[in-house]
């Protein structure tokens, strides 16, 4: 079993920050991309920023300067920093790992955590 567990959300006013955690846990081999993707009221869930298992990121284009992604490979732990929130930015943030979980495996499998809420006052 490979479970995603996030933390860090709450409440927060415009202009402030957060810092969202996702551990990953269980039995696999390797974790290879690893990031954030979120869901506000009514929409779709879209990516906010992905890492690669080397720590190169990649950000939706409109989050850039605003929010930073980390990894603790030695922690199976990504991060993700937000600064300079806006109530935009409210939304249900999940985890998401692509991992192997055996040496042989020929292809990774999406994991997903539960999510985090995030919600930002103006």
């Known amino acids: 079993q490979v479970q995603l567990v996030e933390s860090g959300g709450g409440l927060v006013q415009s202009g402030g920050s957060l810092r969202l955690s996702c551990v990953a846990s269980?039995?696999?081999?390797?974790?290879?991309?690893m990031g954030w993707y979120r869901q506000a009221p009514g929409q779709e869930r879209e990516l906010v920023a992905i890492?690669?298992?080397?720590?190169?990121?990649n950000y939706a284009d409109s989050l850039k300067g605003r929010f930073t992604i980390s990894r603790d490979n030695a922690k199976n732990t990504v991060y993700l920093q937000m600064s300079s929130l806006k109530p935009e930015d409210t939304a249900a943030y999940y985890c998401?790992?692509?991992?192997?979980?055996?040496?042989?495996?020929?292809?990774?499998?999406?994991?997903w955590g539960k999510g985090t809420l995030v919600t930002v006052s103006s």
């Open positions: 998401n790992a692509r991992i192997l979980r055996y040496p042989w495996t020929g292809a990774a499998t999406d994991y």
């Open positions: 269980g039995r696999f081999f390797r974790i290879q991309d």
């Open positions: 890492a690669t298992s080397a720590g190169v990121p």
